[in-house]
């Protein structure tokens, strides 16, 4: 029997992760990363320049971001309908906690505790982005091997 499957904990980043990562850049506006989270319906995009990590930007915080007056005609405001056109370096995480794809997910778990953060960028042994860790992620892989052993 694999031990990850028996251990939830032993499993390595790599193999839970969501290797499929949508990106954006600092300076796109915000209404492209709102359009991403409703069309791909995930929570977290990975905030890239010339290939390195800058941020990451969660739904929530476009939520925080953009103003609760748009779309009520009664109550917008010219600067509530510039809220959409803010860039994503405005608003984003800066200096994303990042995790080793060989990792273990505990630690993962720890590291997510730890920083208060719901996502971690996975890296290589070069720094590279090789896909992205959610808490989803992790409460699946234990539901999974829950499951699988019941």
């Not at 939830?8 to 790599?14: D, I, K, L, S």
């Amino acid at each position: 029997m694999d031990p990850a499957a028996a251990n939830p904990c032993c499993a390595r980043v790599g193999e839970v992760m969501t290797a499929r990562v949508h990106t954006l850049g600092p300076d796109d506006f915000l209404y492209r990363a709102v359009r991403l989270f409703e069309s791909e319906h995930f929570h977290h995009v990975v905030i890239l320049e010339h290939g390195k990590i800058l941020g990451v930007i969660s739904d929530r915080d476009i939520l925080k971001a953009l103003s609760p007056f748009l779309g009520q005609s009664m109550m917008e405001r010219p600067q509530d309908l510039a809220t959409p056109r803010r860039r994503i370096h405005q608003v984003m995480t800066r200096k994303p906690v990042t995790i080793h794809v060989d990792e273990s997910t505990a630690e993962a778990a720890r590291k997510m505790l730890d920083q208060h953060v719901s996502c971690l960028p996975v890296v290589d042994d070069a720094s590279a982005m090789v896909g992205i860790l959610s808490m989803r992620d992790l409460i699946a892989q234990i539901a999974g091997a829950s499951l699988t052993t019941a």
